[in-house]
């Protein structure tokens, strides 16, 4: 059928639970509303509505501010609203979303090592591989958030 597609977590919910328990085990390295500013920052990027609607309601019942959540979409511009290591976190989640021939710069990579340490900067690069794969998933399902 013309404009069906396949939900990929109902057709291999097998698959979805490891994806959940690789969500766990790296949620036990990092601050959850940093975890859920860079899946919203990751979300924007892709274009994953879908992702972005789960992300900010996940952030706003962790406690992160409406202002912030705001600002993810131009946190270069957002001066003081994210410290510096939340800054670095977004970065590294830019540049490892949007990732080219150059890969991840030396210099984001520094600055992100200089604020976690060496679990913790695992934890966040996995943390980015693993949203991009759901958002690369949710788009190509065609998965949009509901209206509330």
Same mark, same amino acid.
């Given at each position: 059928m013309a404009g069906r597609r396949v939900v990929w977590s109902k057709k291999l919910p097998e698959v979805y639970g490891k994806f959940d328990e690789v969500d766990a085990l790296v949620g036990r390295h990092l601050d959850l509303t940093l975890l859920e500013l860079l899946k919203l920052r990751s979300s924007i990027l892709n274009g994953c509505a879908f992702c972005v609607d789960l992300h900010t309601r996940r952030a706003l019942d962790a406690g992160e501010t409406h202002q912030r959540l705001f600002q993810v979409s131009t946190w270069h511009e957002a001066g003081a609203v994210f410290t510096d290591a939340e800054r670095a976190v977004l970065a590294l989640t830019d540049e490892m /979303?949007?990732?080219? !021939?150059?890969?991840? =710069?030396?210099? /984001?990579?520094?600055?992100?090592?200089?604020?976690? =340490? !060496? !679990?913790?900067?695992?934890? %966040?690069?996995?943390?980015?591989?693993?949203?991009? %794969?759901?958002?690369? %998933?949710?788009? /190509? =399902?065609? %998965?949009?958030?509901?209206?509330?």
């Open positions: /979303t949007r990732m080219g !021939e150059g890969g991840v =710069s030396d210099a /984001t990579y520094d600055a992100v090592a200089g604020h976690f =340490s !060496e !679990e913790q900067v695992a934890a %966040l690069m996995t943390a980015v591989a693993m949203i991009n %794969l759901y958002n690369r %998933l949710a788009v /190509t =399902s065609g %998965l949009h958030p509901r209206r509330r």
